[in-house]
């Protein structure tokens, strides 16, 4: 028995909807799907609507953002099945094996994260690179290597997790913004001692987002990492570690300068540029200057 859980957001899920069905028929297994429409425009949850016709899924609209944290604890308390599968919306399957895969191992493992992976071939706009390159790069990772860190490997676009363990373990709901979230979550397993199984069954992220909204968001990421390291949720990390020796031996006096060039490399990212070195760098440079932000008042 297995509940989906879908947290959705202006994001068409028909497609998704349908191909889960059928993965979950071939199973032969008793499922739910729960669609969370956490705050979508009126557009969006009507035509998302007709999802509720299909065998076994539901189309819950909540009108007020709660965002991601919270939108998965809620799905999590109305499910009611013992399993839960954590998708994103702008997920695509990868075969009609997807579920009976996971079933093979759901009762091995507290926690299985099956991974993500991008389209093969890099898509034909140059704004939408930037997120591919990176996503290809850096986010699709072999179970074997997830492994290695199996905490800070996790991410919560596609995971099992029985209920009595996500409810006994839910994602911190004062974490509003964008960004950590499910790196807080898989942490807070970790010093309790449950352990996450990584392997390879991945969805295919489709939502590529152009260039500048892709390096918005890793601002707002940035941003929220701040403010989780301030609030000692989470430290450690490697452009934390870095950006603080870096802030350690360059005088205030060059934050100015440093500024300018994060401007610059933001201009190149934002107009088409994926070399992922110079997001990194930007990323790195933008952190920086968030830590020395309140001393160069």
Known sequence: MLSILVPVYNQEIVALAATLVDACKKAEVRYEILFGEDGSSAEWVDTNSTVKNLDSVEHLVFKDNRGRSAIRNTLASLAKYEC??????????TGSRFIADYLKLIKDYPVISGGRIYAVDPPEDKLLRLHWTYGTSKESKPAKARNTQPYLSFHSNNFVVRKDLMLAFPFDEEIRDYGYEDTVWALSLQRSGI????????????????????????????????????????????????????ST?????????????????????????????????????????????????
């Not at 839960?84 to 399957?93: E, I, P, R, T, V």
């Not at 152009?210 to 301030?230: C, M, W």
């Open 195 to 246: 352990m996450i199984a990584h392997i390879d069954n991945p969805c295919i992220h489709m939502g590529l987002e152009k260039a500048e909204v892709f390096v918005s968001k890793a601002d707002s990421a940035l941003r929220n990492l701040y403010h989780l390291e301030q609030k000692g949720l989470l430290s450690g990390l490697a452009i934390q570690r870095i950006a603080r020796r870096i």
């Open 249 to 297: 031996f360059l005088p205030q006096t060059v934050r100015p300068f440093v500024k300018h060039i994060k401007i610059q490399l933001r201009s190149l990212l934002s107009n088409g540029v994926s070399c992922i070195s110079i997001f990194q760098i930007y990323r790195l440079l933008a952190y920086y200057l968030l830590i020395t932000e309140d001393e160069s008042l």
């Open 84 to 93: 839960l599968l954590f998708l994103d919306a702008d997920s695509q399957l």
